[in-house]
Structures are given as C-alpha cells and as structure tokens.
C-alpha cells in the first residue's frame, strides 16, 4: 500500500467520523483533508459504497 491509499484511508475515516455529528455541509470535506468538493465526494463513493449525505442519513435516522 502506497503512502497515498494511506492518506486517502485516514482522510475517509476523518469524513466518516465526522458525518456522524451535526455540521454544516462542507465542514466534512474540509476538515477531511479534501479542498475540492466533487473529489471528496468522488471518493467517498467509490470506497464507502455511498455518497456522503447517503451515509449522513444513514447513521443518523
């Protein structure tokens, strides 16, 4: 595994953490290590199965 995957595994574990609290959107994407919207969400699809706010809703309801 690259140092990359690494930072992309801890930078989705941060977005996921953080979509577990109450915040205003983009705060997750921010926060994560992510500047550009439609590459966090590109990503967190791809490896979480689900786009952000799917997941928000998800763990929330």
Known sequence: M??????????LMRAMALLTLPAPSGGDRGDSGFTDVSAFARAFGQ???????AYRVRLTA
């Open 2 to 11: 690259s140092w990359g995957t690494d930072l992309l595994r801890a930078r």
């Open 47 to 53: 490896n979480c199965g689900e786009s952000p706010s």
